[in-house]
């Protein structure tokens, strides 16, 4: 290499040195096909390279030597061999020797930092990603990055390519320490600083895309957010003022994209990201502060905000130490402060003072049996009612709440005689005082009250989910309530004489704010492990509870008001617009609703019409539709009988089948896609069950 660098200083042949690049790079190769198994393992690709690396460190010093003797001396020939390697996907071994030599040698040697830049500008463009993903990726900081490339991404438009936008906004998979060492990069020199802002914008117009929210995944949302981050961790005062109207536009609409978003995730993103622009922007004024889980996600999203130097000479000791040794401390500065106290004279007049303000001489009352008064509670249904609608008793209202849900399955006769007007006022009543549990008390009396009288209770819920002047809180606790009576109509009661068999049913867990979608599907996973055949042996299992399936008669009731009017918007409430979160959750009730209407007369009409709703929405931009959609799909696949899949819905599992491959090869949602995959494999052992079935 050495020589043919001479030998381009003089002008040497260009076919020879393309022969000599071919050879280098891929002479393990080339050994391997000659030897045919027989390599010696100093041509193994993990042991080539890095001698490689070592003999391009060796030309590199007689360069410097030779500059520094006046002699002219190329290298690009060295930088085609780098280049070539790279592309070969061999960065990781060459450059595993090269960057720590050439990070000592450019510490204070401004001819090697010369021949670094060199080395670099000198990669022909069709390597140059290679080459700067390698470097970016192998460095140990942005300053050691800065020596070794210069300003090459203000040389070179492929670096630049490279750097502020194909790592940036086209790939998502790289850590947070090549984030900050490409960022960090760019902000080290006052010629490079304005690419900074400029990248920066373009990061915040990605941010604040509602298109961008809604088709890419969790983990690229999550990749610009802490580009984000660290590009206002590396802004100055000035710089910052410039652009603080494009800061405050881009915050405004990004942060509205994401809180629109179902996902949990996604929400708390453009929370964190718009707290900290707010921050930087506004450090006079007030700040935006949201309220969420603040966890070791959120903790490290917020540290990227604020810059570490990339070498700290001072010793400080770590987190704990500190704390212990503070603590420690503190009871010497109390003990400290007590002996000043003890020790400071009391004058005449501050004891005439303490005497006078002495409260010794008051007899405190003796409180020990004294008890607390309970509100008796009410014993009948309509004493309720009555309590709940007029009472401005607020021990009594407080009373009536606790009691209602065990009256209510006491009385079921009673209870049926005022079940719409219970049913009524529970779906409105509010909170009077600050009772502990409110949610759940008059959550679990709304579901005694379905389950004592299913048929008219389920009609009115239904018909208001699609009513006027209900708030989105109101219409999703409608589809909570479904939900939790379906599950306990469906599943037998247990009676005196049978033994539980511990074996855990089912359960929902609902929403309160988090992503719900996995405690939806969990049922139909264990559906799914159900349906798996083993063969083993141990303990005989304890016979089940058995019973009559209370839901067969009135599954139609909870589920087909719900799917007949989602299409028609309304004043306050548009499924198909806006309120898109709660049609995801509308689309998980009735992927439940279905689970749990196996083996009910009303299963196969209601897997067609479900089949037939998911064929109209399969398109949606939601990713927590989508996944709705993907469970409903599973639902009637195990919910429903095979002979009436095949036999009544043949045509809508073949095009749901058609979708389902699409949504594995293309949704952007790791979630969709296994979901997707999950129904094939259904629908691949249904046809596998069919063909043992002798005709």
Not at 64 to 79: K, Q, T, Y
Request: glycine fraction near 4%; include cysteine; charge should be negative.
């Amino acid at each position: 290499m050495w020589e043919v660098c001479q030998q381009q200083a003089q002008a040497g042949s260009p076919e020879l040195q393309e022969a000599l690049l071919n050879k280098i790079v891929c002479l393990p190769d080339h050994v391997s096909n000659k030897l045919q198994g027989k390599n010696p393992p100093v041509f193994f690709p993990q042991n080539y390279f890095p001698l490689l690396g070592g003999a391009v460190i060796q030309v590199l010093q007689k360069t410097s030597e030779s500059l520094r003797g006046g002699m002219d001396c190329s290298i690009s020939f060295v930088s085609h061999v780098l280049g070539k390697v790279c592309v070969h996907g061999r960065q990781k071994e060459i450059l595993s020797v090269l960057v720590p030599h050439l990070t000592d040698l450019t510490k204070s040697d401004c001819i090697w930092q010369r021949i670094c830049w060199r080395l670099a500008e000198c990669v022909p463009d069709r390597w140059m990603e290679a080459v700067v993903l390698g470097l970016v990726q192998a460095t140990p900081g942005a300053d050691v990055l800065s020596r070794l490339l210069g300003n090459l991404v203000l040389k070179n438009k492929k670096a630049q390519f490279v750097m502020t936008q194909k790592l940036l906004l086209l790939q998502y998979g790289h850590t947070t320490a090549v984030l900050q060492n490409l960022l960090g990069y760019l902000s080290l020199d006052g010629q490079r600083r304005p690419l900074l802002v400029k990248v920066l914008q373009e990061l915040l117009e990605t941010w604040g895309s509602s298109s961008a929210v809604k088709h890419s995944p969790p983990e690229q949302q999550q990749y610009i957010s802490k580009a984000i981050l660290i590009c206002l961790s590396h802004l100055k005062e000035p710089e910052i003022e410039s652009c603080r109207q494009e800061l405050l536009a881009g915050m405004m609409e990004g942060v509205k994209c994401h809180l629109d978003s179902s996902l949990p995730q996604v929400r708390r993103l453009g929370m964190i990201v718009a707290e900290s622009i707010s921050s930087r922007i506004n450090t006079d004024g007030p700040v935006l502060k949201f309220q969420y889980e603040d966890d070791d996600e959120a903790r490290e999203l917020k540290s990227l905000l604020v810059q570490t130097p990339p070498f700290s000479t001072v010793l400080s000791l770590p987190n704990d130490d500190r704390n212990e040794k503070a603590d420690a401390a503190l009871p010497l500065v109390s003990e400290g402060n007590q002996q000043s106290h003890a020790a400071a004279p009391v004058t005449p007049d501050e004891e005439s003072d303490a005497e006078l303000d002495s409260d010794d001489d008051l007899v405190p009352y003796d409180m020990s049996e004294d008890k607390e008064l309970k509100t008796k509670a009410p014993v009948y249904i309509r004493d309720c009612i009555e309590v709940l609608t007029g009472s401005e008793d607020v021990d009594k209202w407080e009373a009536a709440v606790k009691a209602l849900e065990s009256l209510v399955r006491k009385n079921p006769v009673a209870t049926r005689e005022v079940s719409v007007e219970l049913a009524k006022i529970l779906l409105h009543l509010e909170e009077k005082t600050c009772i502990e549990g409110f949610v759940q008390l008059r959550q679990r009396a709304q579901v005694a009250v379905l389950t004592t009288d299913p048929i008219p209770v389920a009609k009115y819920l239904t018909s208001q989910f699609y009513s006027l002047n209900y708030s989105l809180r109101q219409r999703m606790d409608i589809l909570d309530v479904l939900v939790l009576a379906a599950q306990e109509l469906s599943y037998p009661k247990s009676h005196g004489k049978i033994k539980n068999s511990g074996a855990q049913k089912p359960c929902i867990q609902l929403l309160s704010g988090s992503d719900s979608s996995k405690d939806w599907r969990r049922i139909v996973d264990e559906r799914i492990k159900s349906k798996t055949r083993r063969f083993a042996t141990g303990q005989s299992q304890v016979e089940l509870a058995s019973g009559p399936n209370e839901f067969n008669s009135v599954a139609g009731h909870f589920f087909f008001p719900l799917i007949q009017q989602f299409d028609r918007p309304l004043t306050t409430f548009d499924l198909l617009g806006e309120d898109h979160f709660v049609l995801g959750r509308l689309v998980h009730t009735l992927a439940v609703l279905m689970y749990l209407a196996v083996n009910t007369m009303a299963a196969t009409a209601m897997g067609k019409a479900l089949l037939e709703f998911v064929w109209a929405l399969r398109f949606h931009t939601d990713s927590y539709v989508r996944q709705g959609l993907l469970s409903c799909i599973s639902s009637v696949l195990l919910s429903v009988p095979t002979e009436r899949l095949l036999e009544d819905m043949t045509e809508e599992l073949l095009e749901a089948q058609s979708w389902l491959g699409d949504v594995v090869e293309k949704d952007p949602d790791g979630d969709c896609r296994r979901l997707a995959l999950q129904n094939l494999l259904l629908m691949e052992n249904l046809k596998k069950k069919l063909e043992t079935v002798p005709s």
